[in-house]
C-alpha cells in the first residue's frame, strides 16, 4: 500500500502517518485504539503476521495464519468504526475498545461488532481478547394480541375472526 494513500481505518490520515509504521514495526501503537486501527488494517493489507505479533502469547498459541489470510483476502474492506475506548492510554495498563469491521464477503455485507481487549506489555500494546456483540433483538412496544382478544379494530369479533385471520 502507498504510504500517501488514505489509512484502511479512516482515521483521516494517510497510511504512512497512521498505521503503516505501526505494522512495519517502525514505531509502536501508543493506544489501545491505536494498535486496533493497525491490526483492522493488517487485513486490509494482507499482513496478518502482524496480527500474531501484536497479540498476547495465550492468543499467539491459538493463532490460525492460514485461515486469518484467508479471510482477509476473500474479504472487500469497506472500514472501521471505533464506537467506544475505555482506558488504553499511554499511562494505561489496559484498554477497551469496541469497534465495528465493515466488509463484503461472498456477496453479502457483513458488520463485525466487537469489544475487544488490549494489555499493556513491556514491548507494547497486545491484544489479549475480543467479545463479539450481537444486535439485539426487536422488541414489540405493545402487548401481543391472543387470537381470542377483540380485534383491536373495533369490529367486535375476536381477533382470530377477523384481521388475525390466516395469521
Avoid at 453479502?108 to 475480543?130: I, L, P, Q, R, T
Wanted: glycine share 10%; aromatic share 8%; net charge neutral.
Amino acid at each position: 500500500m502507498n504510504k500517501e494513500e488514505s489509512c484502511p481505518c479512516k482515521s483521516g490520515k494517510t497510511f504512512g502517518e497512521c498505521c503503516g509504521p505501526v505494522i512495519a514495526g517502525e514505531r509502536k501503537a501508543e493506544s489501545a485504539e491505536a494498535l486496533m486501527r493497525a491490526r483492522y488494517t493488517s487485513y486490509v493489507t494482507g499482513d496478518v503476521d502482524f496480527l500474531r505479533v501484536s497479540s498476547t502469547k495465550a492468543v499467539q498459541a491459538e493463532f490460525d495464519e492460514a485461515s486469518s489470510k484467508a479471510w482477509s483476502k476473500a474479504a472487500r474492506w469497506h472500514g472501521l468504526e471505533i464506537i467506544s475506548t475505555e482506558k488504553g492510554g499511554p499511562g494505561d495498563d489496559e484498554g477497551v475498545v469496541e469497534f465495528r469491521a465493515l466488509y463484503s464477503a461472498n456477496d453479502e455485507f457483513c458488520n463485525h461488532h466487537e469489544v475487544s481487549h488490549f494489555v499493556k506489555e513491556a514491548d507494547g500494546w497486545k491484544f489479549a481478547d475480543g467479545e463479539l456483540v450481537g444486535e439485539k433483538p426487536a422488541r414489540r412496544e405493545e402487548p401481543k394480541i391472543g387470537r381470542n382478544d377483540p380485534c383491536p379494530c373495533g369490529s367486535g369479533k375476536k381477533y382470530k375472526k377477523c384481521c388475525g385471520r390466516g395469521k
